[in-house]
């Protein structure tokens, strides 16, 4: 998460102060404003729309609802493919599952693809919005797949985001998933998030707090470097705020602020359990410095995959959808997960060591 404490407030877009050239032969004034140009630029977009809300069934075939039995919880999920294992997406703090819109729409030609919403964010309603403990967040995952794909499974690929990639994580470790045939964890390493837990409370209150307006939001996630796709945060941030009607703004949806008592149980003893998961398994990473020294072992012994996105930030899948998609179906395709893999022209299919 980007601290963003020294912007200031964001001007409207497409105004321009020019003076205009001083003409050899004036002609006679008609009114105050006879000095406007004679060809006038085109106008500029203004912020409203180059930063207005995107519709997610662009990317996602469908969305729902998965309420959970003996409970009042009712987890949202959006949906895209027909075929194929599914790519089951779990979202960072503080996002929701349209972080994958973009690259949903790419990977669901290979494959299906389910984004859920995790408790506390987005669409979803839980009877605690604020329990955001690992082990709360994994029955939740295990229960949604549960109510969607009941004893017979198709093959999944969890794939999981910062905090999400911590949930998926210890999803894997549990082994109760039997048809779990991969494992996608997108920048987030236990050496480098416990170390920074320290600063999450700085960084979460010097965030700007309150939005005039979605687009307003918008903006703010884009110059601010949160985000550095405006489409996918067209789509993305509209589901991370709600309307309090109190303040008469936009406020974050998520209550991170109330959750740190969980924080140190999403990330400790995560490589551990990331490297012992029995499934193929790929590490993204938006910079090489971030592996720390167990997982740095068990990449020199071939235990994962490991690709360092360049030019990107924290939320890969956004910034660049397109790449993220094709790492995606390419793991699916050389791990062969499915019921014969999925067939991609002119790609070998290298044969997999035992493991």
Excluded at 33 to 52: E, I, L, T
Aim: hydrophobic share 35%; glycine share 8%; proline share 6%.
């Amino acid at each position: 998460m980007d601290s963003s404490n020294n912007l200031t407030s964001l001007p409207e877009e497409g105004r321009e102060d020019a003076t205009q050239p001083e003409e050899i032969s004036p002609k006679p004034s008609v009114s105050a404003f006879d000095s406007v140009p004679q060809r006038p630029p085109p106008p500029a977009q203004s912020s409203s729309q180059k930063y207005g809300p995107l519709d997610w069934s662009d990317f996602f075939d469908r969305e729902d609802d998965v309420s959970i039995p003996n409970s009042d919880d009712v987890f949202h999920v959006y949906m895209a493919g027909t075929e194929g294992p599914v790519v089951f997406c779990l979202h960072g703090g503080g996002y929701s599952g349209l972080s994958f819109a973009l690259s949903a729409g790419k990977i669901k030609e290979k494959a299906r693809v389910v984004a859920m919403d995790l408790r506390g964010h987005g669409k979803t309603s839980t009877e605690n919005d604020v329990d955001l403990s690992i082990e709360t967040m994994c029955a939740d995952v295990i229960s949604v797949l549960k109510e969607m794909y009941g004893d017979s499974p198709p093959a999944i690929v969890l794939i999981g985001h910062s905090m999400g990639g911590s949930v998926a994580v210890h999803v894997a470790a549990k082994k109760v998933l039997p048809t779990l045939a991969g494992l996608v964890v997108v920048d987030v390493v236990e050496g480098t998030a416990m170390a920074s837990l320290i600063h999450m409370q700085n960084i979460l209150s010097n965030r700007m707090q309150h939005f005039s307006s979605i687009e307003k939001a918008i903006e703010w996630n884009v110059k601010g470097g949160t985000l550095r796709n405006i489409e996918s945060a067209r789509i993305s941030v509209p589901t991370t705020l709600k309307y309090d009607d109190s303040k008469k703004c936009y406020v974050y949806r998520a209550r991170l602020v109330e959750t740190e008592q969980y924080w140190k149980g999403w990330y400790e003893g995560l490589s551990e359990k990331f490297l012992s998961s029995p499934v193929p398994k790929l590490l993204l990473l938006a910079g090489t410095d971030r592996l720390d020294r167990t997982l740095t072992i068990g990449q020199m012994q071939g235990k994962f995959q490991m690709v360092v996105v360049r030019h990107t930030g924290h939320a890969i899948q956004e910034d660049v959808p397109d790449e993220f998609a094709a790492l995606v179906v390419n793991f699916i395709c050389r791990n062969r997960i499915g019921p014969h893999g999925v067939e991609i022209p002119g790609l070998r299919r290298p044969v997999q060591p035992q493991q």
